[in-house]
């Protein structure tokens, strides 16, 4: 449902002209080869993996993507970072491990299963990362993110609807449409995390190195501390401090001493 609303929102601002969306002589399948990486696989990846280690081993997993998008951007798109950058990269990469070891609950070897197939959402990520930097030349970031709206909702609500159709049970499919608190989420995950979001991404992407936007990812983590704090009461520690100083500067680092155009 987050991606439909995703679709709806877009192609009615399209419709009203707010939107300049064509894809008339472009090359189609590339686009939908990017959106199979970002959002199904990704996804699909994420949540399987999730829910096969503690919240501790994902965290550390997913915090990898910047490393996985540096080696990639260097091989494909001719950008490798610098030593410095490589260097603030590592920082916070090595922040967000801080944090996740410090938090407890990771048992590295025993959840292997769910790491390797994190290591597909890592991968994903990165792909993703390279193809819509490449694809930015030929379409604008409000054509990526409208194409992978439109395949969210193709891959997600098809496979979905298909599973209620099978069982029997099609009235299920519609369910959350009854619960305020669902339709919150709905709207906020559709608009805000899905068109707001991903737009924001593309259009860095189109601007920026792949390897010096990727980094802003371990962010989340620091996002996620002080949502955490001030809006489910979680206990704020010192080494929150510690690890989220140690992301920061390494965002700051990567995007400060960046390869002069």
């Known amino acids: ?13 399209k419709t009203l002209g707010l939107l300049k969306i064509s894809f008339r002589g472009k090359n189609i399948q590339v686009l939908v080869f990017l959106s199979l990486f970002q959002p199904v696989i990704y996804f699909v990846c994420e949540i399987i993996g999730i829910s096969k280690t503690t ?10 993507i910047p490393v996985v998008v540096a080696i990639l951007s260097t091989i494909f798109l001719k950008e490798a970072p610098t030593r ?4 603030f990269i590592g920082a916070s990469v090595l922040g967000v491990f801080f944090i996740m070891y410090m938090t407890g609950n990771v048992a590295i070897g025993e959840n292997l299963e769910g790491m390797f197939v994190l290591l597909g959402a890592v991968l994903a990520a990165g792909v993703f990362n390279i193809l819509s930097r490449k ?13 992978m709206m ?7 609500g098809g496979v979905s609807l298909i599973q209620h159709t099978v069982s029997g049970n099609l009235g299920a499919f519609f369910e959350p449409l009854r619960h305020p608190q669902a339709l919150v989420s709905i709207f906020y995950l559709g608009l805000v995390s899905s068109v707001v979001g991903f737009f924001m991404m593309n259009y860095m992407l189109s601007k920026v190195e792949a390897s010096r936007s990727a980094v802003f990812a371990n962010l989340v983590t620091i996002v996620s501390i002080i949502a955490g704090v001030m809006i489910l ?6 080494y929150h401090v510690v690890g989220g100083g140690l ?15």
């Open 150 to 156: 439109w395949m969210g909702f193709i891959s997600f």
């Open 233 to 238: 009461g979680d206990p704020f520690h010192w």
């Open 247 to 261: 992301i920061i500067i390494g965002v700051w680092g990567t995007n400060h001493f960046r390869v002069k155009m």
């Open 84 to 87: 410095l950058q490589a260097l």
């Open 1 to 13: 449902f987050r991606f439909a609303v995703a679709v709806i929102f877009m192609t009615l601002l």
């Open 55 to 64: 919240a501790s081993e994902a965290g550390m997993m997913i915090a990898l």
């Open 135 to 147: 694809l930015s030349l030929h379409f604008s970031s409000v054509e990526i993110t409208y194409g």
